[in-house]
Structures are given as C-alpha cells and as structure tokens.
C-alpha cells in the first residue's frame, strides 16, 4: 500500500512539474517577444561589424569570406541584403575565375529563392550546377538545399511525391556528411521521423540537446524537431514546451525564418485559445514579412486572416456583453432609486396610519380588513408567480438541457477534427467536412424532439386533423412515427409559424416542396380552406 501511495505521489509531482515546465517555457516566449527589437539590434551590430571589414582595396578573396558571413546573418534575417553579397560572391567567382566560388555562390542564391518564392529561379540554379564532380562539402551543400526547396515548395502544395523528394535527397545528403556532424544528426532525425521511428528520432535529438547550449544557432532546431515528434505522439503539453524553447532561441539569435511560433498560433487557434493565437500570429507575420521569406509569408497571411477574424469576433462580443452589463446596471440602478423612493413613502404612509390608528379604533378594523384583503390576493399573486416560475423552469431546463447536448457534440466533433488537422490527416478530415452524415443525424433527432414535444402539448393532433380530410385521404403513419413531413408542416402553421420561408429552413426543404405539400394537402380536405384553416389554429 505504502508503495502504491509513493507511486501516485510521484506521477502527481511528475504532472505538476511537467505543467510548471510550460508555464515557464511560454513566460519566457512572452518575454522574448517584448525583446525581439532589442535582439534584432544586437543582430545588426553584429553585421554592421562585418560591413565595415570590406574597404576599398581589399582582396577579392577576402571579400568573399566576408560576404559569405554576411550572407550567413542575412539569409534568416533579410533575404533581399543575403542575394545581394551572394550575387558579389557571383561576380568575385566569375572575375577570378573560380569554379568553386561560383557553384558554391550559386547554390546557396537557389536556395535563397526557394525561400523568397522563386522556385523556377532556384530549380534553374540547382540544375546548372554539375555535381557529380564536386568536392564533398559542396555536394553537401547542393543536397541540403535541393532538399529544402522541395521542403519551401511543400509548405504551400503539399504532395507525397514532393514529400518524397525530399527525403531523396537528404538520403544523398547523408552520404557525403560526416556522421559525427550535428547536421548529419539533424538529418538523420528527420529521416527517422518520415520513417516514424518517433522513438529513435526522439531518443538522438535529446543526446543532441542535452549537449548544446541555448544559445548555439542549432539548438532551435533540436527542440523544434522535438516539438514536432511529441506533437505527432499527441502528447501536446511537452511539444508545446519545445516549440516556446524552439521559438526563444530563434528571437534571441536574431532569426525572423522560424516555424516553431507558428506552429503555435495554429495549436493555440484549435485549442480556442484565441488571443493568445493572435499575439503569436501576429509575431511570426511580421518576421516573415521582414525577412521577406514568401513561403511562410503566404501560410500565415492566409491563416492569420482567420485568426484575426475569431479575434475581432471575439473582442467584438466582449464590447457587446460589456455594454450590455453597463445598460442592465444602469437599469438596475435607476429600480433600486425608484425603490428606495418607495419604501420612503411607504415608511411615511405608515407612519401616517398608525397616527391615524390611534384616532380610531374602527378605522383601525377597516385597515385590518384590508391588509387581510390585500393579504389575501398578495397570497393568489404569489401562487401565481410561483406556477409561472415553475413552469420557466421547467421549459428553462428542457432549453439548456437541448442546448448542452448540442454543444456536447459540437465540442466532440471539434475535437476530433482537431485531432486529424494535428496529426496532419488531411485526406480523411476533407471527408469529414464533406459528408452529411452528421448533419443529417442532428436533423432526425431534432425532428423527434419536435415531434415529442408537440404531440405531448397536442395528443390529439393528428386524429383531429385527420377528421377535417376526405375519409379515404386520411394520413396514416408509419409504426414509430409520431408526425410525418406533411403533418410537420401544419403543425408548425399550428404553433403560429405561417412564413413558408421559415417553414423551409427549419425543415430543410425548398418552397416550392412546402407549398407542393401545403396544396396537397388542402385538396384533400372535406371542408372548406378557410374552415380547414380556422380549425387547424383551434385543435386542441
């Protein structure tokens, strides 16, 4: 028992702290964000230190070390300042004739393109370098890139066999790495997540993690694939928590090319956590935006538009319900005036009396009389109010009780939608959104409950209708029916609802259909329309 005790102890500590590591995890994302400036300007020291190293004169050589640096901190920071010292690095390979400068250079402008948008550009470039005779670090270099122009060309048309490309190439990529590089590790990982060895990828990324710094540029990359495996294992709390590590690391280094703070944005939207959505929505448009990083900038700017819609909604309803709250206060307040000058005169209309009950002792009686009297009917009064509020109560109970169900299920079928947009099941969630079962099972139910609850209000219905139609014209319902659709329509007519448009749209048909079964009807009667229709609103 003792161990058993000490068992549940821990798993409850274990959950406390996991939920504290969160919590911790998305301050300190909050926090970065108030500093992301701050981090940009430390980022433009950094390369305005670099610019000041090229002076006239300098050797070429030299030159294109440097403006491979600057190339470096621009290309997650600024696209357009990363093409423009890679297109020098272009013209310093071509004027000393370097065939290496030049493949290199080119290579890395494609892959600047891929990520600005500019596939054609960037395919162009790839296919122009002949690899098969370059040194390894620049065969690297062409299969990484390879790889993640299909990766920038997926984001925004996804296909398997792009998602196939990918991992071609990051195989080839594999080949010419060194296996005790950390980029050879990253890709590993990857290639173990496509496989779904989630356990394998998991267990190589934490190794990777546990022995880097937060600060090194390739740590973002280690938490945000983390991120990504715990996610796709639906354990949601420990992926979010990478994601905020993934995303922090990425402000503080300066990047603006993230996807870890919109993956965020989309969780938090799902989970209906809306302003926060919005915030990091917000955040990851404006870096792609800045970095000019079109791939990206297209997602969010689709998805943010959604986002900020359920936002404006949302504050929208806020302003609503508190201006509401401020016109029943004041109300409020104005009844409780009147009140108070009510009970005042109240107070002074029986201070009076009882002056005047001591005058007179028969008008004293008089008064007891009529308090009796008034006592009397405040008793009827209260009867009645009673009833009335039981009655409330009662359809109050039926309204919410309907309406909870409702939401129940809606909240359901969120959920599992959910769970197939966060697990990436694209192909069954459009089968979802497509079919119509569910709505028509919603429809059925609904249509019973009417039924139900109005035979329960008219028991005698459909026989008294039945007695105003021509004896062999009478409606028979099937077993287990209480209404059928032509008995559905008179008795909404019978409620008070004569609009055929209304009539269509809770029953689902079109007009002409209500007005075919309204004919249809009618020509069946053995008496009159107009009597047919002025004993319709009487039955009973």
């Known amino acids: 028992m003792k161990s058993l005790i000490i068992f549940f102890i821990t798993i409850l500590s274990s959950l406390g702290l996991r939920a504290q590591d969160l919590s911790s995890a998305r301050q300190e994302l909050d926090n970065a964000l108030l500093q992301k400036e701050h981090f940009a300007d430390i980022k433009r020291k950094k390369i305005a230190g670099y610019r ?138 990857q290639q173990l997540m496509y496989k779904k060895e989630y356990s394998k990828a998991r267990e190589l990324l934490e190794k990777m993690e546990n022995s880097s710094t937060v600060k090194d540029p390739d740590y973002a990359m280690y938490v945000y694939l983390l991120g990504d495996i715990y996610m796709r294992e639906d354990k949601q709390e420990e992926g979010v928590r990478y994601y905020c590590l993934a995303a922090v690391t990425d402000i503080e280094n300066g990047i603006r090319d993230h996807g870890a703070i919109q993956n965020l944005a989309i969780y938090y939207y799902y989970q209906g956590k809306i302003d926060l959505a919005y915030k990091y929505a917000q955040s990851a448009l404006a870096d792609a935006v800045a970095c000019n990083v079109k791939f990206r900038t297209l997602m969010m700017s689709e998805f943010y538009s959604i986002i900020n819609a359920s936002y404006q909604e949302k504050e929208n309803a806020a302003k609503s319900t508190l201006r509401t709250y401020l016109t029943l206060i004041s109300i409020l307040s104005f009844f409780l005036i009147l009140a108070v000058v009510y009970v005042y005169s109240q107070m002074r209309r029986i201070s009076k009396v009882k002056e005047e009950l001591l005058v007179s002792g028969e008008r004293q009686k008089d008064l007891n009389m009529n308090l009796k009297t008034a006592n009397e009917q405040l008793k009827v009064f209260n009867s009645q109010l009673h009833e009335s509020n039981r009655v409330k109560e009662e359809y109050i109970a039926q309204f919410f009780d309907i309406c909870s169900s409702y939401i129940a299920k809606l909240d359901d079928y969120r959920k599992k939608l959910n769970k197939k947009a966060m697990n990436k099941q694209f192909d069954e969630l459009s089968k979802i959104l497509k079919s119509s079962s569910v709505t028509n099972e919603e429809l059925h139910e609904l249509y019973e409950r009417f039924d139900t609850i109005f035979i329960n209000l008219y028991p005698n219905f459909v026989s008294e209708f039945n007695d105003m139609l021509l004896p062999e014209e009478k409606i028979e319902l099937k077993p287990g029916e209480l209404l059928n659709a032509e008995l559905r329509i008179f008795a909404l007519e019978r409620l008070g609802i004569s609009d055929a448009v209304k009539i269509a749209s809770f029953l689902r048909y079109s007009l002409s259909t209500i007005y075919n079964y309204r004919t249809k009807v009618r020509n069946k009667v053995a008496i009159s329309r107009e009597e047919f229709d002025e004993r319709l609103k009487t039955i009973g």
């Open 52 to 189: 000041n190293e090229i002076t006239p004169g300098l050797d070429l050589k030299e030159e294109y070390r440097i403006n491979e640096q600057l190339y470096e901190q621009y290309r997650k920071f600024y696209l357009d300042s990363a093409i423009y010292y890679i297109n020098r690095n272009i013209s310093i390979g071509n004027t000393l004739n370097n065939g290496y400068y030049r493949d290199r250079s080119s290579i890395q402008l494609a892959n600047l393109y891929s990520s600005k948008g500019n596939f054609l550009e960037s395919q162009s470039l790839l296919d122009g370098v002949t690899i098969t005779k370059q040194p390894n670090d620049l065969k690297a270099l062409y299969y990484e890139f390879y790889s993640q122009f299909y990766e920038h060309y997926t984001t925004n048309n996804p296909s398997e066999h792009y998602a196939k490309q990918i991992e071609v190439y990051r195989d080839s990529l594999l080949q010419v790495l060194s296996p005790d590089s950390n980029k050879y590790k990253i890709n590993l990982a």
